[in-house]
């Protein structure tokens, strides 16, 4: 049993922290506002009533947050969690963030005597729930073994890819696949739709050849069913297309397919849908096929 921080209880970081009770583990939480922190109590955890609190005397610190500036809050912040943790922590940030403020905050907890890896997580929140997220891990061998048991007890696939900012880069490459096979199977099915195929065995048979894939086995279902509940928001992945394209056009990378997904995923937000499942770039094929009445 070690002691562990964990800021960020939301939908990922909530089932995470859960798992780590589970594994044995002394767990202190802390999230804005009570109710995610009273859940953490109830699945056997403790409720800090701050970063500081939550963080110190923990051996390892793990954040759960929406996007890089709220990482860097929590962290750099007077208060915050590099202020407050005990020499030689090991901060794990488990959001998915830019990979250059992944470096900046492993320059930053290193300038503390602290220690930083970036892992952020794929496989939604069923896999989060069920311990069996894919997990990417940049930094350091020595500090990605010390981690392993521990990020174990919420994934199945954990892999060290590289140094400091090498997880993220890494969950930038998942993202641009992802939100580029939804765009591809939502534009599939309303093509099917409009020839009058029966799309439920459409999906099997396709599950089953060269198109098959994860979204057509994962979200085709509900995609067919028009249930778009989340899920990974749209809000989340418009941000990842955000970091995907500005991370390739740094490295001189040309990925016109992915900006072409970062533009519908701008669009499907801007029409109000920000809180939506991703796959809801199906809603965006139909209006553009004129196939729906844009009722807005
Ligand atoms: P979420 O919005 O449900 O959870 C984030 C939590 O952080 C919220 O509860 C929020 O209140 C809290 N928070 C924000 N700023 C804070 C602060 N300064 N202090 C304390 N608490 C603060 O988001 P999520 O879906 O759990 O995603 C978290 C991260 O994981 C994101 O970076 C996302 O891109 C990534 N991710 C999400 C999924 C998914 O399927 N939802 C999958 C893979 C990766």
């Given at each position: 049993v070690s002691r562990i921080a964990f800021i960020g209880l939301g939908i990922m970081g909530a089932p995470m922290a859960a798992n780590l009770v589970k594994a044995g583990h002394e767990v202190h939480g802390y999230n804005r506002g009570a109710a995610p922190r009273e859940r953490l109590a109830e699945a056997g955890g403790t409720a800090a009533g701050s970063v500081a609190e939550a963080v110190e005397d923990a051996g390892l610190v793990i954040t759960m947050l929406p996007d890089g500036p709220d990482v860097s809050a929590v962290c750099?912040?007077?208060?915050g969690a590099y202020a407050a943790a005990r020499p030689g922590a090991l901060h794990i940030d488990m959001s998915t963030i830019a990979p250059e403020v992944a470096t900046e905050l492993a320059e930053a907890a290193a300038a503390r005597g602290l220690r930083a890896l970036d892992a952020p997580v794929s496989g939604g929140q069923a896999a989060a729930v069920d311990g069996q997220l894919s997990i990417m891990v940049g930094g350091s061998g020595t500090d990605f073994d010390e981690a392993l048991p521990v990020l174990q007890a919420m994934g199945t696939t954990v892999v060290?890819?590289?140094?400091?900012?090498s997880g993220q880069t890494v969950k930038a490459a998942n993202q641009l696949i992802v939100a580029g096979t939804i765009e591809l199977v939502a534009e599939a099915i309303v093509f099917l739709e409009a020839y009058g195929v029966d799309t439920g065995p459409a999906m099997q048979v396709l599950a089953g050849?060269?198109?098959?894939n994860r979204i057509i086995d994962r979200k085709s279902a509900a995609m067919l069913r028009r249930?778009?509940?989340?899920?990974?928001r749209v809000d989340l992945h418009h941000k990842d297309m955000g970091i995907v394209t500005a991370a390739a056009r740094r490295k001189d990378v040309v990925i016109p397919l992915g900006a072409l997904t970062a533009q519908l995923m701008t669009a499907l937000r801007a029409r109000g849908?920000?809180?939506?499942?991703?796959?809801?770039l199906l809603k965006l094929v139909e209006l553009l096929s004129g196939r729906v009445s844009d009722a807005r």
């Open positions: 750099l912040g007077e208060a060290h890819v590289g140094p400091a900012g050849g060269l198109a098959g249930d778009f509940t989340p899920g990974f849908d920000g809180n939506l499942d991703h796959s809801a």
